[in-house]
T-cell receptor, first 116, second 117 residues
Framework: EAGVAQSPRYKIIEKRQSVAFWCNPI?????LYWYQQILGQGPKLLIQ????????DSQLPKDRFSAERLKGVDSTLKIQPAKLEDSAVYLC??????????????FGEGSRLTVL | AQKVTQAQTEISVVEKEDVTLDCVYE???????LFWYKQPPSGELVFLIR??????QNEISGRYSWNFQKSTSSFNFTITASQVVDSAVYFC??????????????FGQGTTLQVKP
């Protein structure tokens, strides 16, 4: 079974530029999550999708971050314009259901963003 | 408010030593789930265990064991006879399952475990 795929693995941009990350979850997984992991910290949820609907985006900085999951499968996370503090690893995860019942989220390897 | 605290930032042990990683959580929900994830250098978080709030039995899986104590709001993780391959960052996480909750995971800050040969 293929895992959660993310790209690119690494990205270096200058502040005020834009960047997009892509995630393809495990086939059949209804729920998709984007987490931000700043160096030395635990992952923080940015946005959660159930199929193609947003379940939780309370911690997404909506003035610069956007995410979509148009067909309920793969997803894109965009940052525009990027700030220095956006330097982090962006982790995508998926689960069969909402996570509250099985709790097992499957994570990708992450996309490491460096903003100069 | 929900919160997970892993007070140990880094732990270094010599191979074959036992090591315990501490986790303390806060939640107002009576129904919740606790997790441990491992993050090796590759970066991918790997699920280790899930416990629900109604099951306080300790669990053992090979060299790994978990101690869940509601009275102290703790969910500690012990590795017995540690090995170099255990070197990683370990995260404790909480998911509230009450009405209106989405099941999102709240992670602690992580504990970096280094096992030296």
């Amino acid at each position: 079974e293929a895992g959660v795929a993310q790209s690119p693995r690494y990205k270096i941009i200058e502040k005020r530029q834009s960047v997009a990350f892509w995630c393809n979850p495990i086939s059949g997984h209804a729920t998709l999550y984007w987490y931000q992991q700043i160096l030395g910290q635990g992952p923080k949820l940015l946005i959660q999708f159930q199929n193609n609907g947003v379940v939780d985006d309370s911690q997404l900085p909506k003035d610069r971050f956007s995410a979509e999951r148009l067909k309920g499968v793969d997803s894109t996370l965009k940052i525009q314009p990027a700030k220095l503090e956006d330097s982090a690893v962006y982790l995508c995860a998926s689960s069969l259901d909402g996570g509250a019942y099985t709790g097992e989220l499957f994570f990708g390897e992450g996309s490491r963003l460096t903003v100069l | 408010a929900q919160k997970v605290t892993q007070a140990q930032t880094e732990i270094s042990v010599v191979e074959k030593e036992d090591v315990t990683l501490d986790c303390v959580y806060e939640t107002r929900d009576t129904t919740y789930y606790l997790f441990w994830y491992k993050q090796p250098p590759s970066g991918e978080l790997v699920f280790l265990i899930r416990r629900n709030s109604f099951d306080e039995q300790n669990e053992i899986s090979g060299r790994y064991s978990w101690n869940f104590q509601k009275s102290t709001s703790s969910f500690n993780f012990t590795i017995t006879a540690s090995q170099v391959v255990d070197s990683a960052v370990y995260f404790c996480a909480l998911s509230e399952a009450g009405s209106g909750n989405t099941g999102k995971l709240i992670f602690g800050q992580g504990t970096t475990l280094q096992v030296k040969p």
